[in-house]
């Protein structure tokens, strides 16, 4: 029976996780469920569960937490703020620990379950994307299990399972990509959040919506390949594949290519993550290949999705530039949401952070920390001055 810690239980990732595991109650037991406001949600979480504590992120919604949870007669601890994520997520009692909090806010308690030695199943990419030095190190100074939930990331570790260390040498990766809901569209001056973030094949929450219409997710994902399986830059592709059928590919100096193939549903690699070495039901529909039709590819267009480049470039130059892309990136999205910016204004505002701001290479978490608030002070610096955009 393994115990697990879902950090960003009521999100996407969160709660698609947890349909997973009420599939094998005799295998996964949950120790503890967080979010950051969604009191309710959490707590109709903590009732079907029945975690042994849930933490709020707002330390302010502590008290409504607990009075939700008096109303659905549910009996978990409660806690509240940062260093409660933390202990949630090295607590000896926990075997496993899902990292699907969004954004760089994830990064403290990831760490943390790094160094506690745990099985870290890790969504959160943008944790890997600010500090993929420390939290590498982490994992092996912890002697933490890294299982990658992405879904990408998932499919490359499922064709390098059994490939040899001797084998990897030229080994090049193909990281698939749906393209967005964008990828015929001429006019990205006037798209509206709510057209950003209707993906055409995976429902997610809205950030890595939009991070997936401006490119942004697939070139946060080249940085979190190139640090999950050591990767050098130039050894790694992106081929647009818009049925999201083919979740990524390894290919050898000999000319094969394995790929790992799926209907597109997070429940499969979180299935992974969760029973590796072994396989579980994930609840996903199978791949029906008789009614698949076509699957076609594509090179990603990077003179209008410049997003992806911003990536490479910060991959290639080093030091802290992809925490700094990455903090970029966060207020823009958010601006964008919120109707401060235009969908365009994203990759203008982060190429501007970027030329802007390229501090040294952070040697601890305290110091990435600064960087991930003064990227975001120089960002929000940057912002039109306006109210919202024309839509
Ligand atoms: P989401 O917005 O649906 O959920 C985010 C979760 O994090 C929620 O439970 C929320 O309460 C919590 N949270 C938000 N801000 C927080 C903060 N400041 N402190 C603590 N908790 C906070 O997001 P999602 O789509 O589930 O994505 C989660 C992560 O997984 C992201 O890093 C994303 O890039 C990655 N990911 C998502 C998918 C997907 O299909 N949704 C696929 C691959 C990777
Ligand atoms: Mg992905």
Same mark, same amino acid.
């Given at each position: 029976?393994?115990?697990?810690?879902?950090?960003?239980?009521?999100?996407?990732?969160?709660?698609?996780?947890?349909?997973?595991?009420?599939?094998?109650?005799?295998?996964?037991?949950?120790h503890a469920l967080t979010a950051q406001s969604n009191v309710d949600g959490l707590a109709d979480l903590a009732v079907r569960f029945g975690p042994e504590v849930v933490v709020i992120g707002d330390v302010s919604l502590e008290?409504?937490?607990?009075?939700?949870?008096?109303?659905?007669?549910?009996?978990?601890?409660?806690?509240?703020?940062?260093?409660?994520?933390?202990?949630?997520?090295?607590? *000896?009692?926990?075997?496993?620990?899902?990292?699907?909090?969004?954004?760089?806010?994830?990064?403290?308690?990831?760490?943390?379950?790094?160094?506690?030695?745990?099985?870290?199943?890790?969504?959160?990419?943008?944790?890997i994307v600010s500090a993929g030095a420390l939290l590498m190190a982490a994992v092996r100074r912890g002697g933490a299990e890294l299982l990658p939930v992405d879904s990408e990331h998932n499919a490359i570790h499922q064709c390098?399972?059994?490939?040899?260390?001797?084998?990897?040498?030229?080994?090049?990766?193909?990281?698939?990509?749906?393209?967005?809901?964008?990828?015929?569209?001429?006019?990205?001056?006037?798209?509206? *959040? #709510?057209?950003?973030?209707?993906?055409?094949?995976?429902?997610?929450?809205?950030?890595?919506?939009?991070?997936?219409?401006?490119?942004?997710?697939?070139?946060?994902?080249?940085?979190?390949?190139?640090?999950?399986?050591?990767?050098?830059?130039?050894?790694? #592709?992106?081929?647009?594949? *818009?049925?999201?059928?083919?979740?990524?590919?390894?290919?050898?100096?000999?000319?094969?290519?394995?790929?790992?193939?799926?209907?597109?549903?997070?429940?499969?690699?979180?299935?992974?993550?969760?029973?590796?070495?072994?396989?579980?039901?994930?609840?996903?529909?199978?791949?029906?290949?008789?009614?698949?039709?076509?699957?076609?590819?594509?090179?990603? #267009?990077?003179?209008?999705?410049?997003?992806?480049?911003?990536?490479?470039?910060?991959?290639?130059?080093?030091?802290?530039?992809?925490?700094?892309?990455?903090?970029?990136?966060?207020?823009?999205?958010?601006?964008?949401?919120?109707?401060?910016? !235009?969908?365009?204004?994203?990759?203008?505002?982060?190429?501007?952070?970027?030329?802007?701001?390229?501090?040294?290479?952070?040697?601890?978490?305290?110091?990435?920390?600064?960087?991930?608030? !003064?990227?975001?002070?120089?960002?929000?610096?940057?912002? *039109?001055?306006?109210?919202?955009?024309?839509?």
């Amino acid at each position: 029976m393994k115990a697990v810690t879902i950090l960003g239980a009521t999100g996407s990732v969160g709660t698609s996780a947890l349909d997973v595991i009420e599939r094998h109650p005799e295998r996964f037991r949950v120790h503890a469920l967080t979010a950051q406001s969604n009191v309710d949600g959490l707590a109709d979480l903590a009732v079907r569960f029945g975690p042994e504590v849930v933490v709020i992120g707002d330390v302010s919604l502590e008290g409504r937490l607990r009075e939700a949870l008096r109303e659905r007669g549910a009996r978990a601890r409660v806690a509240g703020g940062r260093d409660a994520l933390v202990d949630v997520a090295r607590a *000896p009692q926990v075997d496993a620990v899902l990292a699907a909090i969004v954004g760089a806010a994830g990064l403290v308690p990831t760490l943390a379950a790094a160094e506690a030695g745990k099985r870290l199943m890790l969504a959160n990419k943008e944790a890997i994307v600010s500090a993929g030095a420390l939290l590498m190190a982490a994992v092996r100074r912890g002697g933490a299990e890294l299982l990658p939930v992405d879904s990408e990331h998932n499919a490359i570790h499922q064709c390098l399972a059994g490939v040899r260390e001797a084998e990897r040498d030229g080994a090049r990766l193909v990281l698939t990509a749906s393209g967005g809901p964008f990828r015929g569209r001429l006019d990205l001056d006037t798209v509206t *959040p #709510d057209e950003a973030c209707a993906h055409p094949n995976w429902v997610m929450g809205r950030k890595i919506s939009v991070d997936s219409a401006t490119l942004m997710n697939k070139g946060l994902e080249v940085i979190e390949a190139s640090w999950l399986f050591n990767m050098p830059v130039e050894r790694i #592709d992106v081929v647009i594949h *818009p049925q999201s059928v083919i979740h990524s590919m390894v290919e050898f100096p000999d000319g094969s290519v394995l790929a790992q193939m799926g209907t597109p549903d997070m429940r499969t690699p979180l299935a992974y993550a969760l029973a590796w070495p072994e396989r579980v039901a994930s609840g996903a529909q199978r791949l029906d290949f008789a009614r698949l039709g076509e699957l076609t590819f594509e090179a990603p #267009d990077l003179q209008r999705f410049p997003c992806l480049g911003f990536a490479y470039d910060a991959l290639r130059h080093g030091r802290a530039a992809s925490a700094v892309l990455n903090a970029a990136n966060e207020v823009a999205v958010q601006a964008f949401l919120e109707g401060r910016l !235009r969908f365009t204004g994203i990759a203008a505002t982060i190429q501007r952070v970027l030329d802007a701001f390229d501090p040294e290479p952070p040697s601890g978490i305290d110091e990435v920390l600064e960087i991930d608030r !003064r990227a975001r002070e120089v960002a929000a610096g940057m912002l *039109p001055n306006r109210g919202p955009a024309p839509q």
